[in-house]
């Protein structure tokens, strides 16, 4: 005696939809802005800026920027905007992953602004963090 029982149909295969990753970094418009007249102030061609973070600092870390002639080796690019490129440097990229990068023009300063939200403190003088 054999079973003729039919078989349950087979499960459809799941579809898998690839997850977008967000941007290490956003950029404000402000921040475009400046990075736009600085790159055409430069008078010579340039790819964009790189971020990057050194150890220096009472709380031990700190932003850096730098104009950037080309990618390099492992950098992670934001476009912003058509023609402005943001360079993530490579030892940099888990230390600002959720970052905002603003410009901010006040009456007796100016200058990029880092908002992370994974730092832990800042320094008293606000020029380095920790995370």
Same mark, same amino acid.
């Given at each position: 005696?054999?079973?003729?029982? +039919?078989?349950?149909? @087979? @499960? @459809?295969?799941? /579809?898998?939809?690839?997850?977008?990753?967000?941007?290490?970094?956003?950029?404000?418009? +402000?921040?475009?802005?400046?990075?736009?007249?600085?790159?055409?102030?430069?008078? /010579?061609?340039?790819?964009?800026?790189? &971020? %990057? &973070?050194?150890?220096?600092?009472?709380?031990?870390?700190?932003?850096?920027?730098?104009?950037?002639?080309? /990618? %390099?080796?492992?950098?992670?690019?934001?476009?912003?905007?058509?023609?402005? @490129?943001?360079?993530?440097?490579?030892?940099?990229?888990?230390? &600002?992953?959720?970052?905002?990068?603003?410009?901010?023009?006040?009456?007796?300063?100016?200058?990029?602004?880092?908002?992370?939200?994974?730092?832990?403190?800042?320094?008293?003088?606000?020029?380095?963090?920790?995370?």
């Amino acid at each position: 005696m054999t079973d003729t029982a +039919a078989s349950p149909p @087979a @499960a @459809a295969p799941v /579809k898998r939809v690839p997850r977008v990753r967000p941007p290490p970094i956003t950029v404000t418009p +402000a921040a475009v802005e400046r990075v736009k007249a600085l790159l055409d102030k430069r008078g /010579k061609p340039s790819a964009g800026v790189r &971020v %990057g &973070v050194r150890t220096r600092g009472c709380s031990g870390m700190t932003y850096t920027l730098e104009y950037a002639d080309a /990618k %390099g080796p492992g950098d992670e690019v934001v476009e912003p905007t058509p023609g402005i @490129a943001i360079f993530i440097d490579p030892k940099a990229s888990m230390f &600002v992953f959720g970052t905002e990068m603003d410009f901010v023009e006040e009456k007796l300063q100016s200058g990029f602004v880092f908002r992370n939200p994974n730092e832990k403190g800042r320094c008293g003088c606000g020029e380095s963090f920790h995370i």
